[in-house]
């Protein structure tokens, strides 16, 4: 359905581009007048013209949205009102009702004029806080810093802003002083960090300005729909696929340098035996016979879109080993790039045995961390593309020549992926049948099956769920729950019922526009981004259970609840003011392969009785009681006693309480400093949810149940 779509798109999208330019842009004293450039124009035309004619909500681009747009902007550039004053507010309000026109014709210079005065407030504010760092401040007084001031009334004029930031430089002089008593070294740090965020700031680019607008547009339309500049759309296809194309490396920049965090076992970087950990990158050549590109002071970001590149072509690096001079010789390195598996980020299994009524019980537990697949080696036919559905197949294999009497998998933290995957992998647990229903823009229905009859896995199994278990997470889910086939263990997920077509912006637009544009901007090749034009995540469809309930706004409810440590008033879809409602439509025609309804009652009962006894628990609630009055709060003293008294409380209550919670696990207290050992598992909810797997398996042997609950699929 969606590549039917997709074609449409491309056919049948408005091409009739203009490169056309807008007057100049307003300068701003003091900012570094970044402007938008005729590729964004371009761009900005075509991703309005795809959002009003084949978005699935149908939004006009009208004053009414432009509103909203302009609401959404400004909360993303200052949304705790620290930088922008009460003038430069009524400066911009000219602007409310002008966003939809402007990007109906791609004049962005309304976007990066505000922008640019943010800049300049920002970068005021920031030298400002600098010349403060020598005073001498009193931490005697009873006086109090607001820091959280998204509802306050934006600062009037710049003495009102200097007193607030003047407040603002005391108290992070106070963090610091209540760390450490060397108050040179304090300052030294603190001046340190503020001339970092001056230098970020500056190095900012039109592309950043751009995205941000763009989120502020499409985000207005709904929360799912996303423009993705190039190095975004890149990092967007690196976290779908769990695979990228490049040396291997974990970058972070650390004053000023592109630094090697650390090497992946096996690829290009790790094989050359001449990369290590803290070297620094200073400059980066493409293929045998490129020129070096000094790369010191550059945005991270930029400098890692010159090191990827596609597999098989070469890139040289410049390194300055750790600890050497900054004048030293750097060493050459000439790596093949290759394609990189980002292991850590696949699914993972684990065995935990539980002892039950005299009898040891093994639970598997495959925690999946989103539904993956990657789309190239896909479409390539590549016999070993890396997929989610694939990776969890072998660990239930592994799982079952290892004897496991039941499986978890755990979708907590899984915001979803890839809709095939959350089909395929369902199909893994079910003979065959509907697995989702998507409604297009014309409210045409099509269900979607697994249509493979075999079945992997037909023994006990169980979902868990977070807040934060979204999409596919709640197909998949739900699915589950409507066979029957499974227990949901664990708390509402976050409600997003809505599909996203990834329409790569390069194979829209005009060709005869890009060839214009290429021209004028004369843009290099291997920089590491694939795209020049970028990427539209555009909402096209609707997901419904095969029961028929949208899983927009409700998500999935489980059938045994855990409290939910994420607060639920503050993420989900429900909390989202542009998200489309929640509405049902016909079932699909399947049948139930089980039925938990009458042992449900029974898990839960036993499950909240070892939940009343239970000092793991208790712990729980106690966190998430502490968390919403932390989150509630506003201000903080800046007086030192006041302070240092409360911090000292809160550093020993979390410190006693977390050994009380390994007390509570069977394992030995932590001294004051000790870090916990990395194989350490304190997930009590994991350990519960596995509890109630074997209850379950206990009572499924039970006669009163046995003709009750669900029964394992035949394969």
């Not at 761009?43 to 609401?71: F, P, R």
Request: charged share 25%; hydrophobic share 35%; with cysteine.
């Amino acid at each position: 359905m969606f590549k039917k779509l997709y074609t449409f798109l491309v056919l049948g999208a408005t091409l009739a581009c203009q490169a056309s330019t807008t007057g100049p842009i307003a300068k701003v004293d003091g900012s570094t007048n970044l402007a938008p450039d005729q590729q964004q124009t371009v761009v900005a035309k075509e991703v309005a013209n795809m959002i009003t004619s084949y978005n699935y909500k149908k939004v006009a681009l009208n004053d009414s949205l432009s509103g909203l747009i302009y609401d959404r902007y400004l909360k993303s550039l200052d949304q705790n009102h620290n930088y922008l004053l009460a003038d430069d507010i009524k400066d911009f309000a000219k602007f409310k009702t002008v966003f939809d026109d402007d990007l109906k014709t791609g004049n962005l210079n309304n976007a990066f004029y505000i922008f640019n005065v943010y800049q300049k407030r920002y970068l005021e504010r920031m030298n400002y806080s600098l010349a403060q760092i020598d005073k001498s401040f009193d931490y005697t007084q009873n006086e109090t810093f607001t820091y959280d001031r998204e509802k306050q009334p934006w600062v009037a004029n710049e003495t009102e802003m200097n007193k607030l930031w003047s407040q603002r430089v005391k108290y992070d002089l106070l963090n610091l002083k209540l760390a450490s008593a060397d108050v040179n070294k304090n300052k030294d740090n603190l001046r340190k960090r503020y001339q970092a965020l001056i230098s970020q700031a500056k190095k900012l680019s039109n592309q950043d300005v751009f995205q941000i607008f763009m989120d502020a547009f499409t985000e207005s339309v709904d929360p799912h729909t996303n423009y993705f500049n190039p190095a975004n759309a890149a990092n967007f296809n690196i976290e779908m696929s769990r695979s990228l194309e490049g040396i291997g490396a974990t970058l972070a920049s650390e004053n000023e340098y592109v630094t090697i965090k650390s090497v992946v076992a096996g690829g290009p970087a790790d094989k050359s035996h001449q990369i290590n950990i803290d070297d620094r990158i200073v400059a980066v050549a493409q293929a045998t016979d490129g020129e070096y590109q000094d790369v010191v002071g550059w945005r991270l970001e930029n400098a890692i879109a010159l090191i990827r590149g596609k597999k098989g072509t070469t890139v040289r690096l410049k390194i300055l080993p750790k600890g050497v001079s900054t004048s030293a010789k750097p060493r050459i390195v000439e790596m093949v790039r290759e394609k990189i598996v980002l292991k850590d980020q696949l699914a993972k299994k684990e065995i935990r045995t539980y002892n039950s009524n005299g009898k040891t019980f093994k639970i598997g537990i495959i925690n999946v961390p989103a539904f993956y697949i990657d789309f190239n080696a896909y479409r390539a036919k590549d016999p070993n593309y890396q997929s989610t559905t694939r990776d969890v197949k072998l660990i239930l294999d592994t799982l079952k020549r290892e004897n496991v009497d039941g499986v978890i998998l755990d979708l907590r933290q899984n915001g979803g992926g890839s809709l095939i995957e959350a089909i395929e992998l369902t199909g893994l647990f079910i003979k065959n049948g509907p697995v989702v229903q998507v409604r297009d823009t014309r409210n045409r229905v099509e269900v979607d099956e697994d249509e493979d009859p075999s079945v992997t896995y037909a023994g006990p199994l169980a979902v868990m769920t977070d807040r934060f278990s979204a999409s596919a997470s709640e197909i998949f889910a739900g699915a589950i729950q409507d066979y029957g086939r499974g227990i949901v263990i664990g708390s509402q997920t976050y409600g997003k019922g809505t599909v996203q077509s990834a329409i790569e912006l390069d194979k829209v637009i005009n060709p005869s526009i890009k060839e214009m544009l290429n021209s004028l901007t004369k843009k290099a090749n291997g920089t590491g981004a694939e795209s020049k034009f970028g990427q539209l995540n555009l909402t096209m469809a609707k997901f419904y259970r095969i029961s028929g309930s949208s899983t927009q706004h409700k998500g999935v409810v489980p059938d045994i609840a855990f409290p939910s440590v994420i607060p639920m008033n503050k993420y989900g879809e429900d909390t989202e003011p542009s998200a489309l409602p929640f509405d049902v439509i016909n079932k699909s025609n399947y049948t139930k392969v089980g039925d938990f309804s009458t042992v449900i009652p029974e898990l839960t009962k036993m499950h909240q009785d070892r939940m009343g006894k239970s000092n793991s628990y208790k712990y729980l609630l106690e966190d998430i009681a502490d968390y919403k009055k932390r989150d509630a709060e506003t201000s903080v003293s800046l007086n030192e006693q006041e302070l240092k008294k409360q911090r000292d409380a809160e550093e020993q209550k979390s410190f006693e309480r977390n050994n009380l919670r390994r007390a509570a696990l069977n394992l030995p207290p932590l001294k004051k400093g000790q870090v916990r050992p990395k194989n350490e598992d304190l997930d009590f909810l994991k350990m519960e949810a596995g509890q109630i797997l074997t209850d379950y398996i206990n009572l499924s042997k039970d006669a009163r149940y046995t003709n009750n609950v669900a029964t394992p699929v035949q394969p």
